[in-house]
């Protein structure tokens, strides 16, 4: 196995150092695997939708409706059906190669063994939707994968030929059993795409968007692709009283077919199942040729402090991308150099990269690509260009409640004064966790800007069933003491000269009132736009201080939105959702920096949506709020 892993890794990084010449590191496909078969996935979900509008899920009429969709809708039926097939084709390849590739650089061990196992479910799951695709239109290449898939599934135990018997006559394929093969091809993609999402979770920052130009040359080929050999019905309807003779195979899904016919079908099986057993073993098989320090190390990244844990097989950026740092990078696969540092202490394996990325003379003077090494022993780095953002060290302190102020029925302004003077530095933006009684966190996000020593503004609000927003409501009095550690996070203004959007839901307005006071003390004369999102006008909170801020600085605008306003409350301004009210004022997003801070579901719909209107991931700032929802006991 380590001479094939060299192996595809020399080649890996040969055609790569091509592909960099021929198209630039940030457009080379094969370091967008993963990404391009995600945008695949939506090409054949919304292709499939269009098709399955017009398909007759009926033994009688599916046939004759897919010969419909393919000649007289050829504008569209007849393309989309061969961009669905393309599409699917490609989406398999990308898959695969995908696998390959962190198999060659042994990119599957370790941590990364859940990632490698629900990659291995993916690819059967895909395999599994597309047989399944070639079983409807009901033509001979849909009974010939009908019948061949029937066969194999009945050599195991249990079936003894249940599934043959319905393809033994003309009339055996009932509407019903036809209408269950139609749902399969809806419901195994649903789980596909659901595993894909849980593929990536363990990713720190995983893009599931390839850059727009690679989106734009995909759909290029596959339209190219389908106009010139367009996907058609094979041999007329399906006939099960005749026997399916010369077909044009699709080696990308059906490869394995033919094996059903040249082997029995026991030794099939084996093939399958020892070859899916191998690859989910993989992870834990005897280590190859590049083995990174046992057990984990610390990386301290300057100018920073803290020190970060490191795990073993772990590269540097995912361990800083993994603990919240926004750390520079492109590729993260050694093909751009963006990511470059300096080894200050300690030793680092540097894995594989390209020589253009990381010339020797500069790995002589200690620098390293974070994306390919790995830390062999506690390591000290210098991030190059110096601009990400340094963590203020974390510490335990103990306040007191000084002033309770309900600012809606539903948020409570919490000031927590610090004994004897203490300061606290901390950025704007940067939030604390309350430490409860039994260990618990709960974060808050400083509402007060750095330049308010002395106390602690926190803007609470009540969350249905919620523990320690519930004790605030209804038992928190002036006077009590509460224990808290910070500050932490990141969600703090980058250094840049492009204007600013905001963008809050709900408390989310908390860190941007941090950040917008801290502004105007420094006297920043960037121009910035506040979205402010809540359910109705009661929970702008906050409303006459932001218009105030409108009103004395000429560079800030301040925009509220209701997403469901009471008729009594005589609303005129902004409806809807906050995130499509800056869209359509602002429909080119490339040169604007958004800060993105209010729930979970908000920033993950929100995001995505810029990013489609051209706002770069290296100009997107989130905070998304998780609640706790644990009853106060």
């Known amino acids: 196995m380590k001479k094939l892993q060299a192996l595809l890794q020399w080649l890996f990084m040969r055609v790569e150092a091509l592909f960099n010449a021929a198209f630039g590191d940030r457009l080379n496909p094969l370091y967008h695997l993963g990404a391009i078969t995600f945008f695949l996935f939506w090409v054949v979900a919304a292709s499939g939708l269009y098709l399955y509008a017009f398909f007759e899920t009926g033994v009688a009429g599916a046939y004759a409706s897919v010969e419909a969709l393919t000649h007289r809708q050829w504008f569209a039926g007849g393309i989309l059906r061969s961009v ?12 695969l190669l995908h696998m390959l590739r962190h198999f060659a650089f042994d990119r599957f061990r370790g941590f990364r063994w859940f990632s490698w196992l629900t990659g291995v479910a993916l690819i059967w799951g895909v395999y599994v939707s597309g047989i399944n695709g070639y079983m409807l239109p009901w033509d001979q290449m849909a009974q010939f994968v009908i019948t061949a898939s029937f066969e194999w599934i ?59 130009p690679i989106m734009a040359s995909l759909l290029i080929t596959l339209l190219v692709l389908s106009l010139v050999q367009p996907a058609l019905s094979q041999g007329g309807a399906a006939n099960l009283g005749v026997a399916v003779g010369e077909l044009q195979f699709d080696w990308f899904f059906l490869a394995l077919f033919p094996l059903f016919y040249l082997w029995p079908m026991a030794q099939v099986w084996a093939l399958v199942a020892g070859f899916s057993g191998l690859l989910a073993a ?16 610390l990386l301290t990244i300057h100018p920073s402090t803290e020190p970060l844990r490191v795990r073993s097989g772990e590269t540097l950026l995912e361990a800083g991308l993994r603990q919240g740092l926004a750390l520079p990078y492109e590729c993260r696969n ?29 790995r002589a003077q200690g620098k390293t690509l974070m994306c390919c090494a790995k830390a062999l022993s ?77 106390h602690i503004e926190l803007h609470v609000r009540r969350i249905p069933g919620g523990r320690f927003t519930g004790h605030v409501f209804t038992q928190m009095k002036v006077g009590d003491t509460l224990r808290f550690e910070g500050p932490l ?14 963008v809050a839901g709900a408390t989310g307005f908390a860190p941007i009132k941090s950040i917008v006071e801290d502004a105007f003390a420094r006297g920043l004369a960037r121009p910035m736009w506040l979205y402010w999102g809540v359910r109705k006008r009661a929970d702008l909170y906050a409303q006459g201080l932001a218009e105030q ?24 301004g902004r409806t809807g959702l906050v995130h499509e009210a800056l869209l359509h004022d602002f429909p080119d997003l490339r040169a604007h920096e958004v800060y993105v801070c209010g729930s979970v ?33």
């Open 84 to 95: 669905h097939r393309y599409a699917s084709d490609a989406m398999v390849f990308t898959m």
């Open 154 to 212: 009945d050599w195991l135990p249990g079936f003894g030929g249940t599934l043959m018997r319905n393809v033994i006559y003309p009339t055996s394929i009932n509407d019903r059993f036809f209408s269950l093969l139609a749902f399969m091809h809806i419901g195994v993609p649903l789980v596909v795409l659901l595993l894909m999402f849980i593929h990536v979770q363990r990713v720190p920052k995983a893009r599931t968007n390839p850059p727009r």
């Open 282 to 297: 993989l992870p834990w098989l005897p280590p190859s040729f590049r083995r990174a320090g046992k057990g984990e190390h």
């Open 334 to 362: 050694g093909g751009c150099g963006v990511c470059m540092c300096t080894v200050l202490h300690g030793s680092v394996d540097h894995g594989a990269y390209q020589p253009s990325a990381l010339p020797e003379a500069l």
């Open 378 to 454: 506690d390591v000290e780095i210098e991030v190059e260009p110096g601009d990400a953002p340094a963590r203020l060290p974390v510490g335990e302190h103990l306040a007191r409640v000084d002033r309770m102020e309900r600012l809606s029925p539903e948020v409570m302004r919490l000031t927590l004064a610090l004994p004897g003077g203490e300061r606290i530095p901390f950025k704007a933006g940067q939030y604390i966790n309350i430490l409860l009684d039994d260990g618990q966190r709960r974060a808050f996000s400083f509402a007060n800007p750095p330049q308010v020593q002395g």
């Open 489 to 502: 996070g990141d969600f703090t203004l980058r250094d840049s000269e492009h204007p600013i959007l905001f």
């Open 549 to 572: 801020w409108q009103r004395e600085h000429a560079q800030f605008h301040f925009v509220p939105v209701l997403s469901e306003p009471d008729a009594a409350d005589g609303w005129q």
């Open 601 to 633: 579901k908000m920033v993950e719909t929100a995001v995505p949506a810029f990013m489609a209107q051209g706002l770069g991931e290296g100009f997107c700032f989130t905070d998304a709020f998780v609640p706790a929802l644990r009853p106060w006991p």
